[in-house]
Nanobody, 111 residues
Framework: QVQLAESGGGLVQPGGSLRLSCSGRISTFNTMGWYRRAPGNQREVVAQITNTGSANYADSVKGRFTISRDNAKNTVYLQMNSLKPEDTAVYYC???????WGQGTQVTVSS
């Protein structure tokens, strides 16, 4: 069974940066995604990356977030820059092909 684990969350001031990592038994052939759920909201897609490295982003994070993958390390990253308070959420990675989720990591943007 695919197992995923996120790391890298934390508390950061507005305008700051964080890099999230998702590691585990990640197939190099599968599309991977980052999602988030803010308090009171439904989980939403943030970014996705295919096995060939093609990426797409939610409009709310375009130009600020970058998704990438290192297949040799079985890791997917989410570089988050220019963070805003509205980016506060629990962030999850997902194997889109197998439909498997990680446990999530909390990101809090606050001064």
């Amino acid at each position: 069974q695919v197992q995923l684990a996120e790391s890298g969350g934390g508390l950061v001031q507005p305008g700051g940066s964080l890099r999230l990592s998702c590691s585990g038994r990640i197939s190099t052939f599968n599309t991977m995604g980052w999602y988030r759920r803010a308090p009171g909201n439904q989980r939403e897609v943030v970014a996705q990356i295919t096995n060939t490295g093609s990426a797409n982003y939610a409009d709310s994070v375009k130009g600020r977030f970058t998704i990438s993958r290192d297949n040799a390390k079985n890791t997917v990253y989410l570089q988050m820059n220019s963070l805003k308070p509205e980016d506060t959420a629990v962030y999850y990675c997902k194997d889109e092909n197998f439909g498997v989720w990680g446990q999530g990591t909390q990101v809090t943007v606050s001064s």
